[in-house]
């Protein structure tokens, strides 16, 4: 078993580049002069790390066709417990992909939200065309020029995986080899994971209080638990999001939905999108009761403002949740922020500045 990258076995570079006779910096040149700070170990260690080092070898990386119908994309989701997979095409080549976002948005164009029960058998007979749809037809973001989903290629520095993944928000980035083949996949879960296994290399910035973080990449999204589910759904896809806060009738945040909940409620019965005209109190209700083990008990990951960072990404490594609610207190329970894994990734990429000074 190949031994895993630690901070002890990373040498701290000089505090300053060593001058030489044949050229010293800053004399006769068009750049500035670079003033070295304290090297942060954290970088040091994804920089030396390739991203294709990160997930054990044994892990298998699910894939789906594009030419495959989204009812055989779910069975895959399903059985996998994932929310999204890479998408070849014929030749086996990567070719983009498909995660729930995208079968939320085609559902909440074939189920518009305004229809009442009395027309779920018309709404139903679509069903069978829902799920003979193919899954090329439904994604969002096959490979082209500005594809949010661009991959990097094996070899690659984790911390280039890392930086895109907080700068740009992406949830995930495919890598790929020279043959344009899948090889692996870094998701936001699996760098928080990481940095949670090497959290000493952060003894600087875990103690930073929720009330002092950077304003939020998103403002608070919340629903009522009054809304209809099928609802929420269609807010998630319009505002690019994979879950929201619900609320009650006095802006208590009483649950969480997210695109999760939607992989486990399409179990292609009868009444399978009828599930999606409760209420969203109701429809969590339904899937608790459906799916005892994969839904515990109404209990938002919440902190409170004066929580620490260390404690956030705690939460989000060992629970395995994606945000994490502020609120002002326990007993209100009234949030004021949504702490998403793009706003830890960003704010302990958050190192000793390096300035540049002027050229003599």
Known sequence: MAKRASVSDIQTPPTTPPATK????????????IQYGPSDNAILLTAKLQVEQLRPRQSKIQTVLRSDTILHLFEVLIKNNILSCPVLNNEGKYYGFVDMRDIVVHASRMFPEDQSRDRLVKLLQKESQFSRTLVKDIMIYPVKKFSPFRPHRVGTSLFSAWELLAKEGLHRIPIINAKDEIQDIITQSMMIDFLWQNIECFSSRVDLKVSQFDPPTRDLSVIS??????????????NNLTGLGVVDNNGRLVDVISLRDMKLTCVWNETSFSYFWDTVGAYKAQLRANFPNDFPPASPQVVLPSDTLYTVLQMMAVEHIHRVFVVESKESMKPIRTITQTDVLNLLMKFEPIHPVASI
């Open 22 to 33: 044949k050229h010293r910096p800053g004399v006769g040149t068009s750049v500035a002069k």
């Open 225 to 238: 638990r009054h809304a209809k589910a099928i609802e929420a759904f269609r807010e998630m896809s319009d």
